[in-house]
């Protein structure tokens, strides 16, 4: 079955779901921001076949070839606490592995904060941008990258690709559709025990020896938890507990 991504097939797909599609653009992100505050609705989504400078987290950046991956963010206008805006990056990591699960039947997990793996290796990223207009929080983006069939060998990096894991391939856009449900279905329950319950039950990196890379040096210890709004909860070698709320977590061990 061709995984071909056009408007058209976009259009008969997404329903109720108001899009842009672009064959080659710079980063979904940045045309969603645009849309974002030029008026989009809440659930506008940007769908890309490859991206030329797309983002990672922390500046880094995000490898989209063309057809062998899949590109989205999507505008969301969350009614939501400043401090609970984690929720919203909890919310696409675990949309991501609930949809990945369908296709696949282990090997599913989160790795704290927003990295969906398969079988240890990343093959999924979240980056949520926040768009504020003075003191209003406006619109969050929701960028979601999924590897398809990118070939990670070779490259010194601990990627994969979701058709290494499944016995036919999967099309990108079964997936955009069912992963836009889940979004859709946790926007409605942003604020209920069941979204930190269901991330936190994906998590990985609970009761992993972790170090963490910080301005004033490593912080190493055990990862004991997560708190309600989504910090890791890190019990140090003295025995002090820390509470971080951003920042790259490698799993020692
Ligand atoms: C990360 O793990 O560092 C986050 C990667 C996020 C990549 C996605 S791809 C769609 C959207 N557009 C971007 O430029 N970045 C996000």
């Not at 097939?9 to 030029?38: C, K, V």
């Not at 984690?86 to 592995?97: C, D, K």
């Not at 296709?103 to 704290?112: F, L, R």
């Amino acid at each position: 079955m061709p995984d071909q991504l056009t408007a058209a097939i976009l259009a008969e797909a997404l329903q109720g779901h108001p899009f842009r599609f672009f064959e080659r653009i710079g980063s979904t992100n940045d045309a969603a921001l645009e849309w974002a505050l030029a008026g989009a609705p809440a659930g506008a989504v940007v769908v890309a076949d490859e991206q030329t400078t797309g983002r990672g987290r922390m500046g880094r950046r995000w490898y989209t070839p063309p057809g062998q991956a899949l590109a989205l963010s999507v505008v969301l206008r969350p009614c939501i606490e400043p401090p609970h805006l984690q929720r919203i990056t909890m919310l696409g990591g675990l949309a991501v592995s609930e949809t990945l699960a369908e296709y696949v039947s282990e090997g599913v997990a989160i790795k704290w904060p927003n990295d969906v793996l398969l079988h240890q290796y990343k093959v999924c990223g979240v980056l949520s941008e926040v768009l504020w207009v003075g003191e209003r929080l406006d619109a969050v983006i929701l960028g979601i990258g999924i590897n398809f069939n990118i070939d990670f060998s070779g490259m010194a990096i601990d990627a994969t690709s979701l058709h290494q894991y499944t016995t036919q391939p999967v099309r990108r856009l079964d997936v955009l559709t069912k992963l836009l449900s889940r979004i859709d279905y946790w926007m409605d329950h942003l604020e209920d025990d069941s979204l930190l319950d269901g991330w936190r039950r994906q998590l990985i990196t609970l009761g992993q020896y972790v170090r963490i890379p910080r301005r004033d040096g490593v912080l190493e210890g055990i990862a004991d938890d997560v708190d309600e709004l989504g910090a890791l909860v890190i019990i140090d070698d003295a025995g002090q507990r820390h509470h971080i709320v951003a920042g790259d977590v490698w799993h020692v061990g």
